[in-house]
């Protein structure tokens, strides 16, 4: 239990240190592409990755905006949400609705400890990543203590939402310690290809010497 929570935290400020720029309306520009960023701390040995986060206006607050994030650890999904403003407390029990164009609404559980840094995690379940690979999103709630925020959702957050999960479901973590390995042994490759040029050019090159004519 420990190890989740403290998970969580290392997720949460690495969230927060990327979403301190004011963020801009995610509908004028969504980026299609993986942009997947691999931390370097780890957890109970393992190391984690998240891809960018979706910026989503807030349709009933004005100038509001919350950050929709996905983050994968093992062979583990994990949502992230975080509302954009201060003294936000959200508890620990089910406080996030996700409504979907059929009508469907899931209800999701806050895993991350009460708080009031407007945070929300959630480990997917497979039929929750199905549900948001095969269905249209149309509006997201949050239930907080203050206030409840809604956010609706359009054709291109949908697509960024999708995209992201397509690229994080293959993504294999990369294990820092394996590529500092094979950085070392392409160095040596380097380093002993240098060395072998240099001593061919202190080589006396008689074999191409021509006589000179008398």
């Keep these: 239990m420990f190890k989740k929570l403290l998970f969580f935290n290392l ?6 240190f990327n979403a301190q720029s004011k963020p801009t309306d995610s509908t004028e520009f969504v980026p299609f592409d993986c942009s997947i960023t691999q931390t370097k701390q780890r957890l109970d040995k393992r190391f984690f990755a998240s891809t960018k ?5 807030v349709n009933n607050e004005e100038l509001v905006y919350v950050t929709l994030q996905f983050g994968k650890r093992k062979n583990k ?3 992230y ?22 009508g469907e609404v899931i209800t999701l559980k806050n895993e991350y400890p009460i708080n009031c840094e407007s945070f929300f995690a959630k480990q997917l379940r497979k039929k929750e990543i199905q549900k948001l690979l095969q269905n249209e999103v149309t509006q997201i709630k949050m239930y907080t203590y203050k206030k409840n ?26 294990k820092s310690d394996e590529v ?25 090159a008689t074999d191409n010497q ?4 008398q």
């Design 77 to 79: 999904l994990y949502l």
């Design 210 to 213: 021509q006589p000179k004519e």
């Design 11 to 16: 997720l949460f400020w690495a969230i927060f």
């Design 53 to 57: 986060p979706i910026e989503l206006r």
């Design 149 to 174: 925020f809604e956010m609706y959702i359009n054709t291109l957050h949908n697509a960024h939402i999708q995209q992201s999960l397509n690229c994080l479901i293959p993504y294999k973590i990369k």
């Design 81 to 102: 949400l975080r509302i954009l403003e201060d003294n936000i407390c959200i508890k620990k029990e089910k406080n996030v609705d996700i409504q979907f164009k059929s």
């Design 180 to 204: 500092k390995v094979k950085k070392n042994k392409q160095d040596d490759r380097t380093e002993s290809q240098e060395k072998r040029v240099r001593n061919q050019d202190h080589q006396p």
